[in-house]
Each structure stands twice: as structure tokens, then as C-alpha cells.
């Protein structure tokens, strides 16, 4: 069996792909046409044997299969990822969730390719730009067909501001208790 690619040298591969598909786009002429052609059919006829394969598994395999990195992004190239795109959004807050010190987050909907995240309770401000991206990273990790992630600040319940119950019977001009007159 051939060596097998690590992960930096497929991450390497995809950026050479993506700088030569870009490069190919940008070049005139039929020649270039029919290169881009035929990479979108080999794409095509990939992604139907990944399907038939994908249809072979039983499901504890296919999940697993899903749960590949490479393999999940193939699968959602080719719209056969078995998992639903919210199962897979929630499952990447909840390995966020285990890092939060403070708060909760859910999600609160995909529409248009955009999922909204509430995030819930409070700290520090300083580190929210910072928990924003962790959150946009690992659900675009997850979801790589949706276009954005919107975190969404649910607003944090105050403590009820307590009046003393001298205060509530004292006459109006009356002077405070315990304060002179």
C-alpha cells in the first residue's frame, strides 16, 4: 500500500488545487475551458463513487467515514454528507461548551447559509473577539457549506436593584432614615 498523505500535505495539495483552478480560470481561450471541464467531471464521476461507497456502509462506518475531515468536506463537495447540517453545527458548540468557563451558547438557526450562535452570560469583553472566531472556526469546520457564522449576544439578566422598604413607605420631602434633617 502506497504512503499515505498527512494532513499538512493534503492541507499543501488543496492550496496548490485551489491556486491552479484559480489560475486556470483566469486564462482565455478554449484550451482552458476544456481543462476546467474536465476537472469538474472527474469531480463528478468522484463524487458518485463516493456516494455508491458511502450507500454500501452500515451507519456506525459511515458516521465514522463523515467524521474524517477530509473525507466529511468531500461529502458535503458532493451534498452525501449523512448528517444533517444543524446535527453537525450543534456538535461543534459542544465541544466549544466544554472549554467555556462562563456562559452557554446554542444554536439558534441556519437561514440563507448563515448560522446564528447565542451566546449566553457573561465575561470578558476582551476575550469575545477571540471566543467569536473559536466558534466561527470549529462550525465552518463542521459545516464548510455554510457561508458565515453570526455570533448573537443574548441579552444578560440583571439582578433585580433592591429598594429598602423604609424607603418605599417614606412620605415624599420626608428625610431618609438615618440621614439628618
Not at 57 to 74: C, M, Q, S, T, V
Not at 130 to 136: T, V
Amino acid at each position: 500500500m502506497a504512503d499515505r498523505l498527512t494532513g499538512q500535505d493534503v492541507d499543501r495539495r488543496l492550496v496548490l488545487l485551489d491556486d491552479l483552478l484559480g489560475r486556470l480560470e483566469r486564462i482565455p481561450g478554449a484550451t482552458a475551458t476544456m481543462a476546467l471541464d474536465a476537472v469538474r467531471a472527474l469531480a463528478e464521476v468522484y463524487g458518485e463513487a463516493l456516494a455508491r461507497l458511502m450507500d454500501q456502509l452500515e451507519p456506525p462506518a459511515r458516521d465514522a467515514a463523515a467524521a474524517d475531515e477530509l473525507i466529511g468536506h468531500l461529502l458535503v463537495l458532493h451534498a452525501i454528507h449523512p448528517q444533517p447540517v444543524a446535527e453537525r453545527v450543534a456538535r461543534a458548540l459542544e465541544g466549544i461548551r466544554s472549554h467555556l468557563h462562563e456562559g452557554d451558547l446554542r444554536l439558534a438557526g441556519i437561514t440563507d447559509g448563515i448560522a446564528r450562535v447565542e451566546l449566553t452570560g457573561s465575561g470578558c469583553s476582551s476575550s469575545a473577539g477571540a471566543l467569536d472566531l473559536a466558534i466561527r472556526d470549529a462550525v465552518l469546520a463542521a459545516a464548510p457549506e455554510l457561508r458565515d457564522v453570526q455570533p448573537v449576544r443574548a441579552p444578560t439578566a440583571r439582578a433585580p436593584t433592591l429598594i429598602p422598604l423604609s424607603e418605599v413607605r417614606r412620605r415624599p420631602g420626608a428625610p431618609a432614615a438615618g440621614r439628618p434633617v
